[in-house]
């Protein structure tokens, strides 16, 4: 079964930093543009930064210069690398997978993150 399954969220000071891991399974990982959303309590979820096959990135205007998204297709496994951490970013962040220019099809689990002193 498909399973996309998030960890290395938790608590951290301002200006800290963050390693969010997503691993994949049952997905032919290479073919699939991988994603980090974010949504914080009542909010709308938002796109962090996406990832295409061949390394494409894109990113939400307010974590750019912040936050690296990267792949390693050999351990089907996303990451987002998080600096600088502001009490803003506090959210669960969601992985998914898509094909192409479609929606996302499979969503993990999330994983929170919280941002406070």
């Known amino acids: 079964q498909v399973q996309l399954v998030e960890s290395g969220g938790g608590l951290v000071q301002p200006g800290g930093s963050l390693r969010l891991s997503c691993a994949a399974s049952g997905i032919t990982f290479t073919i699939y543009a991988m994603g980090w959303y974010r949504q914080a309590p009542g909010k709308q979820r938002e796109l962090v930064a996406k990832?295409?096959?061949?390394?494409?990135?894109n990113y939400a205007d307010s974590v750019k210069g912040r936050v690296t998204i990267s792949r390693d297709n050999a351990k089907n496994t996303v990451y987002l690398q998080m600096n600088n951490l502001k009490p803003e970013d506090t959210a669960t962040y969601y992985c998914n997978a898509a094909l192409g220019t479609l929606p996302p099809q499979y969503w993990g689990q999330g994983t929170r993150v919280t941002v406070s002193s």
């Open positions: 990832i295409t096959p061949g390394g494409s990135r």
